[in-house]
């Protein structure tokens, strides 16, 4: 009863009283509670302990078992509780089997799930679905969606699990035509209905660009979860669309939705993009207020808010009040330091991360590359360059030689320039001809046509300039800027946990 009403504790001390007359049934409801809210590693401790007591498993035990070792990945230990399974005779056993598929599956041990899966007797809806969520989360969708289309074939049922994970397999393959099809076998056969697959529909239209799908799907529900929310916030502000972003952040706020760290990390980037950073420090202070448990995506989304915003300090304070970091915690110090015109804090950063173990990655080295055209770090830019590839097996991009070009152009070397122009594997493009551009301007060079022509080749027109030849011409030269107005937005407060409470504050509206 305890274990089956999240006591676990209270079912604990009833377990302990109970030393003299520990039959089967006991032992095999207190692993269920473990396995079932979470407590794997202690699951996996009850279970060797009652294999020293020598009491026998059976099939309710040696499901549980298996559901703690694939939900903390003990791999090891569940192919043991396999071979345990051979020989007390219950691999037979349909729920057994199915818990076996699901452990090897959430364990990244495809071939072998996909071996249990293959000799059962019967068809198992459950497992067939652990196969395929297994072969999503590992990447491998076209063999999820070859193991949809069998059960298909076998007229096996499919269900509101099964969909889900089908969904998200065309959303990482970007295959928009078979989606539309599963989204119809998915209204004929009612299950739109159902939250969760309702949930990944508008995830898979919005990873998949397909905004207006995705907010069609989300207004048809009736009852909208923090999971529905986050899909269509996250949705938009990967596809650009960061004001709605956060506007329909506030309308989650005021439906009473509590956002989780998924929406506030979103929101938080929107807010970077758009450099609305009152807004962005009001979600931090209602965040820390609110008691939602910090996580490394908003810490990170934090670190990049307060630096795209301009405010460095705030940006150093999250940094360093993260408890732990990773390579996107320091290339976004880096690029802030960066973009803020502070070059030299970028490289020490940088000195300090690989100091600690963290390797850099592509994104790193734009920071790095661009903190040493504008501070006109020649050596060091040359340095960094050279050691992506060599060091890092990184390939540079061209992001890494527009920011290469831009650097022998200040520092006035033009062959340098062109010949590492010459150097790319990838055709130029626009902002690596912008760079070289620039460069050419700066040193009034008479190629300033050809790379006109180039400009209009690849489709890029935003600059308006005029080359002339030495005798007492001059370059005119003119950009068009764009200039991004921060939203009006109403600014809210993320609601309380229980036990909570902050002084009233004023709405107003940023702007």
Known sequence: MYGNCKCVFEAECLFEMVADCKYNAVWSAMLAGYSHYGYGYKAIECFRNMRTEGVESNQFTFPSILRACGAVMAYNFGSQVHGCIVRTGFGANIFVRSALVDMYAKCGDLNSAKSVLENM?????????????????????????????????????????????????????????????????????????????????????????????AIMAFSKMVDKDVVSWTSLVTGYSHNGSYEEAIKLFCKMIVSGVYPDQIAVASVLSACAELTVLRFGQQIHATLVKSGLGSSLSVDNSLVTMYAKCGSIVDANRAFDSMPTRDV????????????????????????????TGTKPDYITFIGLLFACSHDGLLGSGRAYFEA???????????????????????????????????????????????ALLAACRVHKELELGEVKCELQRTQVVTQDFTARTKSGNSVKFQQTATTLTPPQIQIVQLPLRANQHWSPVQKQTDG
């Open 328 to 355: 996107i915690s320091w290339t976004a110090l880096i690029v802030g330091y960066a973009q803020n015109g502070r070059g030299k804090h970028s490289l020490q950063f940088y000195d300090q991360m690989i100091a």
């Open 388 to 434: 992506m590839d060599r060091v890092y097996g990184i390939k540079p991009g061209p992001e890494h030689y527009a920011c290469m070009i831009d650097l022998y152009g200040r520092s006035g070397k033009l062959a340098e320039a062109k010949g590492l122009l010459n150097q790319m594997v990838e055709a130029p493009d626009a902002v690596v001809w912008k």
């Open 121 to 213: 007797e019967f068809d198992d809806e459950v497992s067939w679905n652990s196969m395929i969520l297994g072969c999503v989360r590992q990447g491998f969708e076209e063999e999820a969606l070859s193991f949809f289309q069998k059960m298909i074939s076998r007229n096996m049922k499919i269900d509101e699990y099964t969909l889900p994970s089908v969904l998200n397999s065309f959303a990482s393959m970007k295959d928009m035509q078979n989606a539309i099809s599963v989204h119809c076998l998915i209204i004929k056969t009612g299950f739109e209905a159902y939250k969760l697959v309702n949930n990944a529909l508008i995830d898979m239209y919005a990873k998949q660009g397909k905004l207006d799908c």
